[in-house]
């Protein structure tokens, strides 16, 4: 744990991996969609709260429920993934704290402070998503996080409950290289962070 990475690992999970744009017609394996996910659990969210939740869109059917709610720039690439998962967030994930938090108490606490809850939830949520990029390019697949839809549609279309709210949708894939575009500059560190 106390030594660095690879620069290959590196380069695969940040510096050469790429937002994908396009994908290639090639399959992602049910079985690698639960590897992705029991990676990406294992990383930290406060009180190990876990408020993300994953729907994996596999078939045209499912896609054709929700390419008339993607921004226009983003159907192309929806409908060539192989995989378009949406990123949710479970506004009632405290219902799974006895199984998941050591301490007693933790369900009740939470269920009974809304505004803590919801905050939990929306952060975690967010982070949960972002380590399943990452686990993701660790198994070897390419990424295409999106924010151009109709939420609202989202969520009535495949949440109509109320119980879950889209993060993000989240293509996954093997890229399409030819359809990347050129890679944005960064802030520097200096731009970016303050050292106290």
């Not at 939740?53 to 390419?67: D, G, I, N």
């Not at 949710?88 to 938090?101: G, L």
């Not at 009974?112 to 929306?122: F, I, R, S, T, Y």
């Not at 952060?123 to 993701?136: K, V």
């Amino acid at each position: 744990m106390a030594h660095p990475i690879d620069s290959k690992s590196l380069d695969q999970l940040f510096l050469a991996a790429r937002t994908a744009n396009g994908f290639l017609d090639r399959p992602v394996a049910p079985q690698l969609l639960q590897q992705v996910y029991e990676l990406a659990r294992m990383a930290p969210t406060a009180m190990n709260s876990q408020p993300t939740r994953y729907v994996f869109l596999t078939t045209s059917e499912a896609k054709s429920r929700l390419l008339p709610l993607m921004a226009a720039g983003n159907v192309d690439k929806t409908r060539s993934a192989p995989v378009t998962v949406l990123v949710a967030t479970d506004s009632k994930f405290y219902e799974h704290m006895p199984q998941i938090w050591h301490g007693a108490g933790a369900k009740e606490m939470l269920e009974g402070n809304p505004a803590l809850a919801g905050k939990m939830a929306g952060l975690n949520g967010a982070l949960g998503g972002a380590y399943f990029i990452l686990a993701a390019r660790a198994l070897g697949l390419d990424c295409g996080p999106m924010a151009g839809f109709d939420a609202a549609k989202v969520n009535a279309e495949f949440f109509p409950d109320g119980r879950y709210s889209v993060n993000f949708v989240l293509n996954l894939g093997y890229a399409d290289h030819s359809k990347e575009f050129a890679r944005n500059g960064r802030l520097s560190f200096e731009q970016a962070c303050t050292v106290l």
